[in-house]
């Protein structure tokens, strides 16, 4: 199988290292020459395009499957339409329109479209309820992703991630230090998140489905500090509730909208496929961050 990965970034690098390992042809797709330097590092292709340019990508090969997971750079609604919407329905139309159609597109999605659910439990059926404009935009997209395919003959599959961490994202100070505010975590390791793409492309499952991917263990802000600090010898961070937090002089409107979407995610759908976790829960994704620290 030849994958193209749009976007190749934190976990699309892992993702084309995996799929090269496992004796597939990929080829990562970047802006940047910083970009494709990463790539190539990585050892696979690489190519130089942007998904909001449709000339730029007849440059990628003809390919059995499209990852798109690019960035909008942490910009606003506006800047994140114009990548994960406008964008997005450029490579659907430069895809389709080619003499040789992929056979997938998977579309790299977050569990922020959720919105607020008082800390209940949400899963790749439950309605989507965005509370920011540009988790609106993610819950276009994710409709694009599924709809928009079809016109070609192509499936859509949507692969909602959870919060990334691993490698050069283990922020452990932010949790030992303090304070901490309550709320969930809902986690997933880079090495998983490529991993399960891996598996949804390899082993052809959700084809035109939403699937979630998270660890099998959300867990309480609080917790997730205090169980830190007791693995590295420290004592527990100071916290603070919500309404603590939004008593802030300097909250941004973003954080007060992000303080008040709480819920915890659930994976069945894609465990249901088979896949199996590398790290099932945070307690494995970070055992190699304490010893390293405590090394």
Same mark, same amino acid.
């Given at each position: ?177 303090? /304070? ?6 809902? +986690?997933?390791?880079? #090495?998983?998140?490529?991993? %399960?793409? =891996?598996? *949804? &492309? !390899? ?34 961070? /100071? ?6 937090? +939004?008593?802030?002089? #300097?909250?941004?409107?973003? %954080?007060? =909208?992000? *303080? &008040? !979407? ?34």
């Amino acid at each position: 199988m030849r994958v193209a990965i749009l976007g190749c970034g934190y976990v699309g690098l892992e993702l084309g290292r995996q799929l090269t390992e496992a004796g597939h042809d990929v080829v990562g797709v970047r802006r940047s020459e910083a970009g494709i330097a990463a790539i190539e590092d990585a050892g696979f292709d690489a190519v130089r395009a942007d998904v909001t340019d449709a000339s730029s990508l007849s440059a990628v090969p003809d390919v059995d499957a499209v990852v798109f997971a690019a960035s909008s750079g942490g910009g606003d609604a506006e800047q994140a339409r114009a990548v994960y919407v406008d964008g997005l329905r450029t490579v659907i139309d430069h895809f389709g329109g080619r003499a040789s159609v992929p056979d997938r597109l998977v579309y790299t999605s977050s569990t922020g479209v959720h919105g607020d659910h008082d800390g209940d439990w949400v899963d790749s059926t439950t309605p989507v309820e965005p509370a920011t404009p540009k988790a609106a935009v993610l819950a276009e997209a994710e409709r694009v992703a599924l709809d928009a395919p079809r016109t070609y003959g192509m499936d859509g599959t949507v692969a909602r991630l959870a919060g990334l961490y691993g490698p050069d994202r283990y922020r452990l100070s932010r949790y030992l230090d303090g /304070p901490v505010t309550e709320g969930y975590l809902n +986690l997933l390791h880079r #090495d998983d998140a490529a991993g %399960a793409i =891996r598996w *949804l &492309l !390899t082993a052809d499952a959700c084809r035109e489905q939403v699937v979630q991917l998270v660890d099998d263990e959300p867990v309480s802000k609080w917790a997730f500090a205090d169980w830190l600090a007791d693995q590295c010898g420290r004592d527990p961070p /100071p916290k603070r509730t919500t309404a603590e937090r +939004l008593a802030d002089d #300097d909250l941004s409107e973003r %954080a007060r =909208r992000r *303080l &008040l !979407t709480s819920k915890r995610c659930a994976n069945d759908r894609l465990v249901t496929t088979g896949y199996e976790f590398t790290y099932p829960t945070y307690r494995d994704g970070y055992r190699a961050a304490i010893e390293s620290r405590l090394a």
